[in-house]
């Protein structure tokens, strides 16, 4: 059983300005973040039987909306692919310009345009995860997926940003003779970044770091990017009054006699 009609209206009314504004980051057009957090609202009220007695709305509306912008989404004629992206990462002889790409991560511009061209779901995860700071068991909770799936993910969302942002003049070196691969030093980026990998793995990647020509301004680039995300992230942003409103009026009223 759900919440009181009255009650559920209430509830979700409370939440328009906070969907309105992470529809905002995730599309990255205040118009079609207007639409998509509507239409989320619409669907969480047609849907408000679903929602279990004393469940909170929250966590179950960022699910609509979170869904709703990756279904939404279309695809880029220069939208990156995750192969493509990791056959640069697998060769290792690839690397960036490091501070060409935190450079360009420090432009809002810059990084949205780079964001945009990264699959909607892999998009949709590194924005909710480096820049609105949810844990990755919340974004595997909002797309229904697990926990591996969801790190996989931020990885390779990781990748393709750094990637994006270095477009244009991609810098190459010959790699020396290491004892743990490049490769094998990328895929541990994100555990390494987040501080999750053990002890005796963050130390091997340590050493491949001190000796590679090649890996460390991939790090350094994908540091400075995480940053960057992470400075898209206003916690003293308001959505204006009027877009709260234009969605509310658009749910259905209480039916008579409530």
Not at 67 to 83: G, H, P
Not at 84 to 90: A, C, P
Not at 124 to 137: P, S
Request: glycine residues 6%.
């Amino acid at each position: 059983m759900t919440a009181m009609p009255r009650e559920f209206d209430a509830e979700l009314a409370a939440e328009l300005p906070r969907i309105s504004r992470l529809a905002i980051h995730l599309v990255h057009d205040p118009v079609a973040a207007e639409d998509v957090a509507q239409e989320a609202a619409l669907r969480a009220w047609s849907r408000r039987t679903q929602l279990r007695d004393g469940a909170p709305i929250g966590p179950w509306l960022n699910r609509i909306l979170v869904n709703l912008v990756i279904d939404r989404s279309r695809s880029r004629r220069d939208e990156l692919t995750i192969s493509d992206v990791e056959e640069r990462w697998h060769d290792d002889d690839y690397t960036v310009d490091p501070d060409r790409v935190v450079a360009r991560a420090e432009l809002r511009d810059e990084l949205e345009d780079a964001l945009v061209r990264l699959p909607a779901g892999y998009r949709t995860v590194v924005v909710l995860h480096d820049a609105l700071g949810w844990t990755v068991a919340a974004i595997a909770d909002s797309l229904a997926i697990g926990l591996p799936a969801a790190k996989q993910r931020l990885r390779r969302a990781r990748m393709m940003l750094v990637s994006a942002l270095g477009e244009g003049d991609p810098k190459r070196s010959i790699s020396l003779g290491q004892p743990m691969r490049c490769w094998q030093a990328r895929r541990h980026v994100s555990g390494y970044l987040d501080g999750e990998l053990e002890p005796d793995r963050r130390r091997a990647v340590e050493e491949h770091l001190a000796i590679c020509p090649t890996c460390p301004p991939l790090y350094a680039a994908l540091v400075g990017v995480k940053a960057g995300l992470g400075a898209l992230r206003d916690p003293d942003s308001v959505v204006p009054d009027q877009i709260a409103e234009r969605i509310a009026a658009g749910l259905p009223g209480p039916d008579p006699g409530r």
